[in-house]
């Protein structure tokens, strides 16, 4: 099992943390080697991460899920998937919050991925690194993304080339999300 317990300062105010933090297309902006896939009627939606664990690159395909509380300045995903050959499945869970800090903001971040499968001894190995590495690049497009002035609402576009390094691909997959909750929330749908 794969621990993860990360706390981000972020020197901006509190909603406009959430809302960087809250909004799918966002999130996936700020990690490499991510992208979003298909929506599903549930409210859930196909993701990939491509991860590298020192020489070998792992591509991992999901089902996840995220439960947002605005009021509460909290969320959860939960994700299901496998890698591409299928050797590897896996569970994950986490949950996120938005806490004041004076007149900036923390991001906290704590979650457990559980592994079942050939690869799960090499990932288990170099996950420290790895989540080490994400976190880092993560923290730092976070704060840039959230320094700058909040987009106006647009309408859906199509979807973007395929983005080639973890963090496009994670940003590319929480900006489809949103979008894709957005257009569903204004159309009279539940996101």
Known sequence: MISITETIAVPRPRERVWEVISSPAD?????AGAELGE???DGSFDGTLMVKFGA???RFG???HLDLDEAEFEGRLTARGKDGQAA???TADASFRVIEDGSASKVVMD???QLTGKLTSLIEAG?????????????ARLIELCAAPAAPAAPVAPAPTRPTT???RIRALWAALWRWRSERSSQGGTA
Not at 127 to 139: K, Q
């Open 111 to 113: 979650g457990e991925i």
């Open 62 to 64: 999901a089902r996840v």
């Open 39 to 41: 929506a599903h009627e």
């Open 56 to 58: 070998v690159r792992v």
């Open 88 to 90: 590897t499945r896996f």
């Open 166 to 168: 973890l963090t496009a």
């Open 127 to 139: 996950a420290g690194v790895v989540v080490s590495r994400m976190t880092r690049d993560f923290s």
């Open 27 to 31: 999130v996936v902006s700020c990690i």
